[in-house]
């Protein structure tokens, strides 16, 4: 039987990184199980967009036809950033959900009630998922600094809306509040998680990075007439979005990592776990 995680402890930013990680490792079986009955459908919607997105983008043509022409990119980029927003919502919504319900029955989790929750969460993780995407680019627009500053807080976001039940209007207020006078901590552990995945995309991307050079040197001619086309052939496109659909389930470790930054955010500013560690202590004796 695996070992229990205790979520609900002050931890330093190695041990949040580790337990993530263990975290993963015991719990892979149940997590990949709960992912396939409830993201399955937001994650193929996810991947044909991304390969319609791709195939419209590699049209050359659409950047030197006018703005009619590129008017017909726009939709494609459009429906890729819906379904993404969905996905995440989707996804993040289960992993968070099987962490709760793996907290509070002390490493068992029901797949059905797992479901059920999640449903009656769906339309506000997918509100809080757009808002914080809202609020995230318009910071980037405004010099990309505070697009940087209101997306660490607004990380936490899923994880209050889950563990607490909170209203959305809710969330974004009580993350401000959580992170308050933790937010370098919780920047230097997302950036070095981020760091960690950017290598493991780099590596999921080696195929698409190979194929483009050999096609590069192999239609050389092409190219050199400004036809850089012969590029994006199907192999090209195929490899492309086998890329992303990986970088899209790796993406599955941050909503892990978000749980284990609230709980020790938590525990710092309220103690609950060390309450309840007394509490249980009092109730034993």
């Known amino acids: 039987m695996n070992d229990y995680i205790n979520f609900k402890r002050q931890r330093e930013l190695g041990e949040i990184l580790s337990d993530t990680f263990k975290f993963l490792r015991q719990e892979y079986k149940g997590l990949f199980k709960a992912l396939v009955r409830n993201a399955a459908i937001p994650y193929i919607l996810l991947i044909a967009a ?3 997105y791709a195939t419209v983008s590699s049209d050359i043509s659409l950047f030197d036809g006018g703005i009619f022409r590129m ?20 996804m993040y919504g289960t992993v968070l959900q099987y962490i709760r319900l793996y907290i509070e029955n002390g490493g068992v989790v029901d797949q059905e009630l797992l479901k059920t929750d999640l449903r009656k969460q769906l339309g506000s993780l997918v509100g ?28 936490l976001g899923w994880a209050v809306l889950v563990f607490e039940n909170k209203s959305v209007g809710d969330v974004i207020a009580d993350s401000f509040k959580l992170i308050k006078g933790e937010w370098w901590m919780t920047f230097a552990t997302l950036f070095v998680l981020g760091l960690l995945l950017y290598v ?54 941050f909503p892990i990592a978000i749980a284990f930054i609230y709980y020790n955010l938590n525990e710092k500013a309220n103690q609950t776990g060390t309450f309840e560690t007394i509490d249980s202590i009092g109730t034993d004796s």
């Open 200 to 253: 493991a995309n780099i590596v999921f991307s080696l195929p698409v990075i190979i194929y483009t050079f050999v096609k590069a040197f192999t239609s050389a001619a092409e190219i050199s007439e400004g036809d850089i086309s012969s590029l994006f052939d199907w192999v090209y496109l195929t490899l492309s979005v086998l890329s992303s659909a990986a970088q899209y389930i790796l993406a599955v470790i």
């Open 128 to 155: 809080t998922t757009f808002l914080i995407a809202i609020i995230v680019f318009f910071g980037l627009m405004l010099c990309i600094l505070p697009g940087i500053y209101l997306a660490i807080p607004l990380s």
């Open 71 to 90: 008017a017909n990119f726009l939709l494609p980029a459009l429906i890729l950033f819906l379904t993404v927003l969905f996905y995440y919502a989707v």
């Open 50 to 52: 991304a390969g319609y």
